[in-house]
């Protein structure tokens, strides 16, 4: 049996088993689930939940919602399980075990209000493949890629519905296209930097199902100031998310 840690984040709102070893999650994560914005009592899906930190912050964040995690590792999808049922939040999320590509065959069309992932940020025959598989299905397009995650979305979201994702910053102009190509207008923007001196590394994308063309650029993020510790941007974000936590949520 794989080794698990047991990590306390945003000041104990969640707690996380994860493989000592296997895919864990990082930053992207947490960038993801506060640029997120969900409307009373929708319904969400996060495809491709990994562990199910995005899910189970997200629940947190907004108690009104109800959520479906789809995962394609089997180990994965039994250690979201855990998760949620750790955090008692097992009557708000259902983690599903599946493939996106054939999300027809899983879930009804235009059953959700909002789709969320975070999908693998490099293609397949781009550099070194981990030998790990969690980590090598979590970082390289093996299972899912960006527009088989947006076709999915499509088939997913009612009218209207919408989309929120955290890409590499390079392949930007590949992520509108794909956006485009799905019926799926990008509305709001927000470029993250590592620091002052990088290239952006992230871009923040929310698109909105059969949305009119106007999108919103939002001030850029900062992850590391100067020292090379967390910016006033990012203890912002830990502080506003862990300022959810509430006894009752689950």
């Given at each position: 049996m794989d080794e698990e840690t047991l990590d306390e984040i945003l000041n104990g709102l969640v707690?996380?088993?994860?493989?000592?070893?296997?895919?864990?999650?990082?930053?992207?994560?947490?960038?993801?689930?506060?640029?997120?914005?969900l409307k009373k009592r929708s319904r969400f899906m996060d495809i491709g939940c990994g562990s199910g930190v995005i899910l189970m912050i997200l629940a947190k964040r907004f108690p009104d919602t109800t959520c479906v995690g789809l995962e394609v590792q089997e180990s994965l999808a039994k250690l979201a399980r855990k998760n949620v049922e750790f955090n008692d939040l097992g009557?708000?999320?259902?983690?599903?075990?599946?493939?996106?590509?054939?999300?027809?065959?899983?879930?009804?069309?235009?059953?959700?209000?909002?789709?969320?992932?975070?999908?693998?940020?490099?293609?397949?025959?781009?550099?070194?493949?981990?030998?790990?598989p969690e980590k090598a299905i979590a970082r390289h397009e093996i299972t899912g890629s960006l527009d088989c995650f947006l076709k999915a979305s499509r088939y997913l979201l009612k009218p209207g519905g919408t989309v929120f994702t955290i890409f590499p910053a390079m392949r930007l102009v590949e992520l509108i296209h794909l956006f485009r190509k799905n019926g799926i207008e990008p509305k709001r923007m927000k470029l993250v930097?590592?620091?002052?001196?990088?290239?952006?590394e992230f871009c923040l994308v929310e698109g909105r199902m059969g949305g009119r063309e106007q999108l919103k650029i939002l001030p850029s993020l900062l992850i590391y100031n100067d020292r090379r510790r967390y910016s006033d941007d990012m203890m912002n974000i830990f502080s506003e998310l862990s300022g959810f936590r509430s006894d009752g949520d689950g």
């Open positions: 707690r996380v088993y994860q493989k000592k070893k296997g895919y864990r999650f990082s930053i992207d994560s947490i960038l993801l689930a506060h640029f997120v914005s009557n708000r999320i259902q983690i599903v075990r599946g493939d996106a590509r054939h999300i027809k065959n899983i879930f009804q069309e235009r059953s959700f209000d909002s789709v969320i992932f975070n999908p693998p940020y490099r293609k397949f025959n781009s550099g070194r493949v981990n030998p790990l930097f590592s620091d002052l001196i990088s290239e952006a």
